[in-house]
């Protein structure tokens, strides 16, 4: 038991000695580290104090570098702007040495215009003195000569007057004829050339259209099927397309008879795609037929457009290009419509270019100006008004809406073109064989040509000739003479113009014969 607490007791006691030494340990180690960190930190200090002393130094020169470069800077401006007073200072010596020296020549200048005053006021002095003796000296002369002449001097004065007004208005007169003459032959010269290098550069594809479509038939039992029982199949395409068909005894032919060309070409189609389906019955006249007005329509918009691009014309309203199109089934005069506004508007083109006009815009009223006639709905307006009021609906130029409405005289005209599209429209329709009119009213339009040419004074004969393009007028050379006779040939134009209607133009001549007779025996 002894033993083991000597043991413990010696444990023990190994254990404090080495709680002491090591503590002491410890604290050597720990007080060497912090005389070597203080000796460090002392170290960092140093070399901080002295960086910061190179840093002073360096921001002192720079600071000075600086200053210097400013004070250099402003001595510099301070110079030139020293340099700039002296310049201004010695301008404005100059400027004030001129000053003066004109305010002297300005001095003598005075003077100088006094001197001259004075002696243009002792010459004036003397022209007036000078003006009185004169109309002193006229005054007594004019006295001497009313005494010898027995006239006073307004007299003598309107007595020259009257005379040199006379022979003034009589070489006036003269002058003015001959420059009209003048102007008339080379106008006329130069019209004919444009209107005929026009009509050649123009090409015409057909002249005129019937009234009637003739539907050819393989046999006499096809015109059975398509009269039907009691002709009740006639009755019904009739009343479907609005045509009259004839059946008679032309062989293999059938006859649709229209004046509305678009009815007549539905009756015809239909009438084709009945006989190749071979059923015939009203139902099916009316299914046909209703198609067949739908692929019309659609015919007449791809019409419309084809023509507008064939002529080069953009813009157009879709509604306007629907209405060319129905152009196409249209006719005036046995002319068809569309191929007259192609014409004309082909002829505008060329006689805008002639003349050095718009003639793109030319080609558009020569293709537009009948578009009146080819509106759906009924209207008691003139074409040409109807036209006008369409292109007013529909935005066009205001020159397009002028020519449209005045191509036929309904307006005054406004623009060059518009006499262009009237003139052209009148030789698309007077062309040879480019309209077809009744004789009966053909014969009647020349007997009122020649009745109205007879209502004048003086007319002893008149005859229409030309087909009615010129109307040549015999007058008593005894009571009408040249004078009334140019303007009986202008009054005579004038009332056709108001009264008749005519395609083209009429040529009126009226002829004065003086005839002398004596006999020798």
Do not use: W
């Given at each position: 038991?002894?033993?083991?607490?000597?043991?413990?007791?010696?444990?023990?006691?190994?254990?404090?000695?080495g709680f002491f030494v090591g503590r002491a340990f410890i604290k050597k180690t720990f007080q060497s580290k912090e005389a070597e960190a203080e000796v460090r930190a002392n170290e960092l200090l140093k070399n901080a104090q002295q960086t910061a002393e190179n840093v002073k130094k360096d921001k002192i020169l720079e600071a000075k570098e600086h200053f210097l470069k400013l004070k250099a800077e402003f001595d510099e401006d301070a110079n030139k702007r020293k340099s700039f007073i002296i310049q201004n200072e010695q301008k404005v010596k100059q400027m004030q040495q001129q000053a003066a020296q004109m305010l002297e020549q300005n001095k003598r200048r005075e003077t100088e215009l006094d001197t001259l005053q004075n002696k243009l006021n002792e010459q004036i002095e003397a022209a007036n003195k000078r003006k009185e003796e004169a109309d002193r000296m006229l005054g007594q002369q004019v006295e001497q000569l009313e005494k010898i002449a027995n006239l006073t001097a307004d007299q003598a004065k309107q007595?020259?007057?009257?005379?040199?007004?006379?022979?003034?208005?009589?070489?006036?007169s003269s002058y003015i004829k001959q420059t009209i003459e003048e102007a008339k032959l080379s106008a006329t010269k130069e019209s004919k050339k444009i209107i005929i290098e026009t009509i050649q550069r123009t090409a015409s594809e057909q002249a005129i259209e019937n009234c009637v479509s003739v539907f050819n038939i393989e046999s006499d039992e096809v015109k059975g099927k398509i009269i039907g029982r009691e002709g009740r199949n006639i009755r019904a395409l009739e009343a479907?397309?609005?045509?009259?068909?004839?059946?008679?005894?032309?062989?293999?032919a059938i006859v649709i008879s229209s004046f509305d060309p678009v009815r007549r070409e539905i009756a015809r189609l239909s009438l084709h795609r009945l006989v190749q389906d071979g059923r015939i019955h009203p139902a099916r006249i009316e299914e046909v037929v209703g198609k067949t007005k739908k692929d019309i329509e659609n015919e007449i918009v791809e019409i419309g457009?084809?023509?507008?691009?064939?002529?080069?014309?953009?813009?157009l309203h879709p509604e306007l290009?629907?209405?060319?199109?129905?152009?196409?089934?249209?006719?005036?005069?046995?002319?068809?419509?569309?191929?007259?506004?192609?014409?004309v508007a082909k002829m505008?083109?060329?006689?805008?270019?002639?003349?050095?006009?718009?003639?793109?815009?030319?080609?558009?009223?020569?293709?537009?100006?009948d578009i009146g006639k080819v509106w759906h709905e009924e209207q008691e307006l003139p074409h040409a008004l109807l036209g006008m009021e369409l292109a007013k609906k529909y935005k066009e130029h205001p020159e397009v809406i002028?020519?449209?409405?005045?191509?036929?005289?309904?307006?005054?005209?406004?623009?060059m073109i518009s006499p262009i599209v009237q003139v052209c429209d009148a030789i698309s329709g007077s062309r040879p064989g480019a309209r077809r009119e009744m004789m009966e009213s053909y014969v009647q339009r020349l007997r009122d040509l020649e009745d109205l040419a007879l209502s004048f004074n003086g007319v002893e004969k008149c005859y229409a000739?030309?087909?009615?393009?010129?109307?040549?007028?015999?007058?008593?050379?005894?009571?009408?003479?040249?004078?009334?006779?140019?303007?009986?040939?202008?009054?005579?134009?004038?009332?056709?113009?108001?009264?008749?209607?005519?395609?083209?133009?009429?040529?009126?001549?009226?002829?004065?014969?003086?005839?002398?007779?004596?006999?020798?025996?």
């Open positions: 038991m002894s033993e083991i607490m000597t043991m413990l007791f010696t444990d023990l006691l190994a254990l404090v000695i007595q020259l007057i009257d005379a040199l007004k006379g022979e003034a208005e009589t070489k006036a479907a397309t609005g045509v009259e068909v004839i059946v008679d005894d032309t062989p293999e457009e084809r023509t507008v691009i064939d002529l080069g014309i953009h813009g290009i629907r209405m060319i199109g129905r152009m196409r089934f249209r006719s005036s005069y046995g002319q068809n419509l569309l191929q007259h506004s192609r014409e505008c083109a060329t006689m805008a270019a002639e003349l050095g006009l718009n003639a793109k815009l030319a080609k558009r009223a020569g293709l537009l100006h002028n020519a449209i409405g005045a191509h036929h005289d309904e307006i005054e005209m406004t623009s000739i030309q087909a009615g393009r010129e109307l040549r007028v015999i007058v008593d050379s005894e009571n009408v003479n040249d004078e009334i006779a140019s303007k009986m040939s202008f009054d005579i134009s004038q009332r056709i113009e108001k009264e008749m209607q005519y395609p083209g133009q009429i040529k009126v001549t009226v002829i004065r014969e003086m005839r002398s007779v004596a006999y020798a025996k």
